[in-house]
């Protein structure tokens, strides 16, 4: 596997992919984070889970960004009991 960095989604993300949805669009809005990726089609609103690594092989670019503080915002803080002293 090639050393390629991870590719840095954020929520709301508009991303142009390789192929096409059978509805005809290939726009995909990013509505959800982690090992799979959740994506809606900007042409019909099919909702879709994806696996990152596939994602990232079928990524061409990215339309529009998303919110990056969104993103910060759903990023768990550890409990005062997981902190480090």
Partial sequence: MADRPVLEL?????????RS?????????VVRLGADIGLVCR???????IERRRLESRFVRFERRGDQALSAALVPVPRDSERSP
């Fill in 43 to 49: 042409g019909c609103g099919r909702r879709v889970l």
């Fill in 10 to 18: 954020w929520l709301g993300d508009v991303l142009q992919l390789r």
């Fill in 21 to 29: 949805h059978p509805c005809g669009a290939n726009t995909w809005q």
